[in-house]
T-cell receptor, first 114, second 114 residues
Framework: DGGITQSPKYLFRKEGQNVTLSCEQN?????MYWYRQDPGQGLRLIYY???????QKGDIAEGYSVSREKKESFPLTVTSAQKNPTAFYLC?????????????FGQGTRLTVV | AQSVSQHNHHVILSEAASLELGCNYS??????LFWYVQYPGQHLQLLLK??????LVKGIKGFEAEFIKSKFSFNLRKPSVQWSDTAEYFC????????????FGDGTTLTVKP
């Protein structure tokens, strides 16, 4: 089945540690996105990539980093610089970059800093 | 910067009641409009979308939305809700030429009482 896979589903991290969230898609989509979902705040864009080896900051990129070495993969690293990392993280992809298609979402990763 | 406003944060209805969820956006140029739904424990999925043409669009499960350009609105409607419609609903907007920065509303939680 084609889709987007995020792993792990739940992740616990100690303060001061970096952690990497995985996102893989087998839809052959060019564009990939990372969103953060907090209660009452909807989805906020962290980073997005429209092509391999290129990515752009979203609205809340501070404390996060990404890479796009392969079309299928867009991992997100939550660094120790992120002041409030506990959240639900969603990865999405889109088949083109023009905006005329909808985004497909993964199941999400819930990160808790302990 | 574009913004999306969903005026109802939590809506509670009885089965068979009619539904209308408001969505207003701030961008004045060409836009693509989406409604996504997140059922409990499931990933975000597309409900319906508007790109051009007939401003009244029909989606899955009996939902429809009307694009009113003069009001910058894209309200979601359903004439008779069911218990299974209990979910969180997100309106999203992106500029017609750049899908990279889709902006989501804060979401509306719909609870349908059986």
């Amino acid at each position: 089945d084609g889709g987007i896979t995020q792993s792990p589903k739940y992740l616990f991290r100690k303060e001061g540690q970096n952690v990497t969230l995985s996102c893989e898609q087998n839809l052959n989509h060019d564009a990939m996105y990372w969103y953060r979902q907090d209660p009452g705040q909807g989805l906020r864009l962290i980073y997005y990539s429209q092509i391999v080896n290129d990515f752009q900051k979203g609205d809340i990129a501070e404390g996060y980093s990404v890479s796009r070495e392969k079309k299928e993969s867009f991992p997100l690293t939550v660094t120790s610089a992120q002041k409030n990392p506990t959240a639900f993280y969603l990865c999405a992809s889109r088949s083109d970059i023009k905006g005329s298609t909808e985004a497909f979402f993964g199941q999400g990763t819930r990160l808790t800093v302990v | 910067a574009q913004s999306v406003s969903q005026h109802n944060h939590h809506v509670i209805l009885s089965e068979a009641a009619s539904l209308e969820l408001g969505c207003n956006y701030s961008y004045g140029g060409t836009v693509n409009l989406f409604w996504y739904v997140q059922y409990p424990g499931q990933h975000l999925q597309l409900l319906l979308k508007y790109f051009s043409g007939d401003p009244l669009v029909k989606g899955i499960k009996g939902f429809e939305a009307e694009f009113i350009k003069s009001k910058f609105s894209f309200n979601l409607r359903k004439p008779s809700v069911q218990w299974s419609d209990t979910a969180e609903y997100f309106c999203a907007v992106n500029k017609g030429t750049n899908a990279g920065k889709s902006t989501f509303g804060d979401g509306t939680t719909l609870t349908v009482k059986p």
